[in-house]
């Protein structure tokens, strides 16, 4: 297992004591759905934004992995699952894409602004037409001089509604398979750009999600992250960041349940036992541990040797189904063991299970990562 140092356990502690005032009124700002404007401002002073970017933009400098241990550490003590997500969002939709593959020109211009978290950020790359299937997205560029024109609509966009900075993905030539995507840095007040309300959903009500139009959207040439063609290894590293650091927040959401879990199971009696005793209920919890171990390990090493350069095609996808899924195990175990309680909204079990079914599907579903595994193994699939 990693071993953390001391640096690392004072950095973690630095932020510890924002993690409950950043969650305070969660199940009524969860009710209410909608960024909760207040707690994003507390996120901001709380310098969490800044981690991963460096010092010349106003950043921390950290790297990924001391990133993510801070992450953890947020996961474990905010209750508010939806603003977690929306700090995820934050820190990988166009910060880390900027500071890998922008110009020096755009780094400075947006760079201050997405570390302060003033400039809120969002990237839009699912469409109607292309979901788990990228390349299959209506969303076109073509070049006018020095500019290229945007149009298309795109769907679920995390942070979409109160976005000022959007990366969006278009196809700039469907003939190049995946060298003909591009990604553009978007300014909302571009004219053309049209960002919709606050999209009900099931879970993650606190991280607004919303659709985009644009129309004739005209964005200079400087304003694309790479080159053209290269959006495909744009989104290659902005999804193992996002994966990475949304999926280390719930291994310490995890924690947190079943800390919580073993508490109640110790405590609460039945038939003059503690519940803990009988072996069907201990054994959903000794479940709980197993799932958010593996899911620790399998982010951390994944994470390290991403960063060292080897190729974690596989390793990300397993990470990423093993923490999706045993979240969703967990929260409903959760609510399980707390009974009839577990289901009243009052503790934040259903919640907690709500937002907990989302992993599933972003950051590409379970089958498109299981669809990764079996190509790495040389599984062809008879139809993708
Ligand atoms: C909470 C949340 C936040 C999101 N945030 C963003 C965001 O910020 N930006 C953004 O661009 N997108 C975002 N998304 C969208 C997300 O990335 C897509 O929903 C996801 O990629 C799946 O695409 P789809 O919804 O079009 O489903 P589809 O691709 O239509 O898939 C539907 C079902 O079919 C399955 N399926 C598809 N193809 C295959 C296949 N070949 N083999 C087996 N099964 C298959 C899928 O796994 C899924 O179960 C978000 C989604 C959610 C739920």
């Known amino acids: 297992m990693y071993e953390w140092s001391e640096e690392h356990r004072e950095l973690r502690a630095e932020f510890a004591h924002w993690y409950e005032t950043l969650g305070e009124g969660h199940l009524e700002a969860d009710r209410d759905s909608g960024l909760p404007m207040r707690a994003w401002e507390r996120v901001r002073a709380s310098g969490l934004l800044r ?50 593959f922008g110009s020096a020109e755009l780094k400075a211009r947006h760079l201050p602004g997405i570390c302060d978290g003033g400039t809120i950020t969002a990237h839009a790359i699912t469409d109607p037409n292309g979901g788990s299937d990228v390349l299959g997205m209506g969303m076109t560029a073509k070049p006018d001089g020095d500019d290229w024109i945007l149009d298309g609509d795109k769907v679920f966009v995390t942070n979409g509604p109160v976005a000022d900075l959007i990366v969006v993905y278009a196809l700039t030539d469907a003939s190049l398979g995946p060298f003909g995507l591009t990604a553009f840095l978007v300014e909302r007040g571009t004219e053309g750009v049209l960002a919709g309300a606050d999209v009900p959903k099931m879970g993650l009500r606190t991280s607004p999600l919303g659709e985009l139009s644009l129309r004739g959207c005209r964005v200079p040439a400087a304003n694309v992250l790479g080159r053209p063609g ?15 650091c949304s999926f280390i927040v719930q291994v310490g959401a995890m924690q947190h349940r079943l800390d919580r879990c073993v508490e109640h199971a110790t405590r609460r009696r039945q038939f003059g036992r503690p519940i803990g005793s009988f072996q069907m209920v201990a054994d959903q919890i000794v479940d709980m541990k197993i799932g958010v171990e593996t899911s620790r390990r399998w982010l951390y090493d994944a994470a390290e040797g991403f960063v060292r350069g080897r190729d974690v095609t596989t390793d990300i996808a397993i990470a990423k189904v093993l923490a999706s899924e045993a979240n969703v195990k967990s929260a409903l175990s959760a609510v399980q063991i707390f009974g009839g309680r577990g289901y009243l909204t009052e503790t934040g079990l259903e919640k907690d299970l709500r937002d907990a079914v989302g992993g599933t599907i972003y950051s590409g579903t379970s089958e498109m990562q299981r669809i990764r595994i079996a190509r790495m193994l040389g599984l062809k699939e008879s139809q993708t």
């Open 230 to 244: 290269m959006g495909f290894a744009v989104l290659d590293h902005v999804m193992r960041w996002e994966i990475l």
């Open 51 to 100: 981690l991963p970017f460096h010092a010349e933009w106003g950043g921390r400098g950290l790297d990924l992995l001391s990133t993510m241990y801070v992450l953890e550490g947020l996961g474990e003590g905010c209750r508010d699952g939806g603003l977690c997500f929306s700090i995820c969002t934050q820190i990988v939709s166009a910060g880390i894409p900027l500071q890998r």
